[in-house]
């Protein structure tokens, strides 16, 4: 039963949902544009690759909340600075991320399971990490619930794969209902910057060894 779960009614239930939530939201997702054009400037949307599943690469699609401020060298501020009160506000809310529902349609993602993350960071998983790539990459998942950013990257990395290993659809149910009430009281949860917090995994783990 969970492989048939696994396997085909996860991805029939990533349609349909993310298929009515792109419909449902479009007059959100319209204004969010609208906002985004005319206070960060353009591209509305911004694309970065990440690994999915198989590591395989993809272009993850979310609002952009930080403007192209340079310095005289031409070069980029750092985020810190360019992420403005209502990019802020976009990342508060998680409505950066609703261009992400186009991904889970597409089938790149999943509406739940490991957050994709920079392809950089492959060579640094462990062999017990790299679980996260026998499943595709989710709009949310066991570590958003569990502290998002504020946890570190060894706990996270652990949840991702605990996610994996206990995978259900009463698991994924849970989830997906402990992340509407996450957004939905999130306050101060979601870090300025995530690097901020957590730190780039990659340098961490570059430095460790």
Same mark, same amino acid.
Not at 97 to 125: A, C, H, Q, T
Not at 161 to 175: K, N, Q, T
């Given at each position: 039963?969970?492989?048939?779960?696994?396997?085909?009614?996860?991805?029939?239930?990533?349609?349909?949902?993310?298929?009515?939530?792109?419909?449902?939201?479009?007059?959100?997702?319209?204004? @969010?544009?609208?906002? @985004?054009?005319?206070?960060?400037?353009?591209?509305?949307?911004?694309?970065?690759?990440?690994?999915?599943?198989?590591?395989?690469?993809?272009?993850?699609?979310?609002?952009?909340?930080?403007?192209?401020?340079?310095?005289?060298?031409?070069?980029?501020?750092? &985020?810190?600075?360019?992420?403005?009160?209502?990019?802020?506000?976009?990342?508060?809310?998680?409505?950066?991320?609703? #261009?992400?529902?186009?991904?889970?349609?597409?089938?790149?993602?999943?509406?739940?399971? #490991?957050?994709?993350?920079?392809?950089?960071?492959?060579?640094?998983?462990?062999?017990?990490?790299?679980?996260?790539?026998?499943?595709? #990459?989710?709009?949310?998942?066991?570590?958003?619930?569990?502290?998002?950013?504020?946890?570190?990257?060894?706990?996270?990395?652990?949840? &991702?794969?605990?996610?994996?290993?206990?995978?259900?659809?009463?698991? &994924?149910?849970?989830?997906?209902?402990?992340?509407?009430?996450?957004?939905?009281?999130?306050?101060?949860?979601?870090?300025?910057?995530?690097?901020?917090?957590?730190?780039?995994?990659?340098?961490?783990?570059?430095?460790?060894?």
């Amino acid at each position: 039963m969970k492989y048939i779960y696994r396997r085909i009614v996860k991805r029939i239930i990533d349609i349909v949902l993310s298929g009515l939530a792109l419909i449902v939201l479009s007059p959100v997702l319209a204004v @969010v544009a609208i906002l @985004v054009k005319t206070r960060l400037g353009s591209p509305v949307i911004f694309h970065q690759e990440r690994p999915g599943y198989k590591e395989k690469i993809f272009t993850l699609c979310k609002f952009r909340t930080m403007t192209d401020e340079r310095d005289e060298n031409g070069e980029l501020l750092p &985020d810190s600075v360019r992420l403005t009160k209502f990019g802020l506000f976009l990342r508060k809310t998680s409505l950066d991320e609703l #261009p992400e529902l186009w991904n889970i349609f597409k089938g790149d993602m999943s509406l739940v399971g #490991p957050r994709p993350l920079l392809v950089s960071y492959l060579p640094w998983y462990t062999e017990r990490e790299k679980l996260r790539h026998t499943v595709k #990459p989710g709009l949310t998942g066991l570590a958003q619930v569990r502290g998002r950013n504020f946890i570190d990257w060894n706990r996270r990395l652990e949840l &991702d794969a605990r996610y994996v290993e206990h995978m259900s659809a009463g698991l &994924d149910f849970w989830i997906l209902v402990e992340t509407v009430k996450t957004v939905l009281g999130s306050g101060d949860e979601v870090a300025e910057v995530t690097d901020d917090v957590e730190g780039n995994l990659a340098e961490i783990r570059s430095a460790n060894n």
